[in-house]
């Protein structure tokens, strides 16, 4: 089996790393790591880079692009489920009473410390685990979305530009 695997595996990579198709597959695959899939884009940035070394900048530009693309992507699911929500909640609230539980208080401490942050806190949206849900729940406290969308590009151009360049320069 890998005989047959490995020669179909280093075309594929060697397709997928044509500047015509390589920027575009970044780009692809930063924007929908940035959603709330669990998908990593640094070693589609990090191959295209090793087999093209001059599209250093555009690969860390595009992955940039795509994956803050995708973080606002997760800014708006998070505005329009806080919409829905409150709907629900609205005619919810005539039927039943609420119930504060452990679990809502401590949810509710975590909203008031993003909503100290601020926008600011999209900075952080480069982190594994936390960046995705992070970019939602700024929505979801309806933060500007210019301001996040600012500070989710910080981020992510730093996140791609650190670790190209360890990959590449120092392992």
Same mark, same amino acid.
């Given at each position: 089996?890998?005989? &047959? *695997?490995?020669? =179909?595996l280093a075309q *594929?990579? %060697? &397709?997928l790393a044509l500047p015509e198709?390589? *920027?575009?597959?970044?780009? #692809?695959? %930063?924007?929908? !790591?940035a959603t709330l899939l669990p998908m990593g884009s640094e070693?589609?940035?990090? $191959? =295209?880079?090793?087999?093209?070394?001059?599209l250093f900048w555009a690969a860390i530009l595009v %992955? #940039?692009?795509?994956?803050?693309? $995708?973080g606002m992507l997760s800014w708006w699911m998070g505005y329009g489920a806080h919409h829905a929500i409150e709907k629900v909640?609205?005619?919810k609230a005539n039927?039943?009473?609420t119930n504060d539980s452990m679990s809502d208080r401590m949810h509710l401490r975590a909203l008031q410390w993003l909503e100290k942050l601020g926008p600011k806190a999209c900075i952080l !949206? &480069? *982190?594994? $685990?936390?960046?995705?849900?992070?970019? %939602?729940v700024a929505g979801w406290l309806k933060m500007p979305l210019a301001a996040c969308t600012f500070y989710m590009a910080i981020g992510k151009f730093l996140r791609y530009l650190l670790m190209t360049s360890l990959l590449l320069w120092v392992f």
């Open positions: 089996m890998e005989a &047959w *695997l490995s020669p =179909l *594929l990579m %060697a &397709w198709h390589g *920027l575009s597959t970044v780009f #692809t695959i %930063a924007f929908i !790591s070693p589609a940035v990090f $191959g =295209l880079v090793k087999l093209n070394p001059d %992955a #940039t692009v795509g994956n803050t693309l $995708g909640r609205s005619r039927q039943s009473p !949206s &480069w *982190l594994p $685990g936390v960046g995705d849900p992070l970019c %939602a």
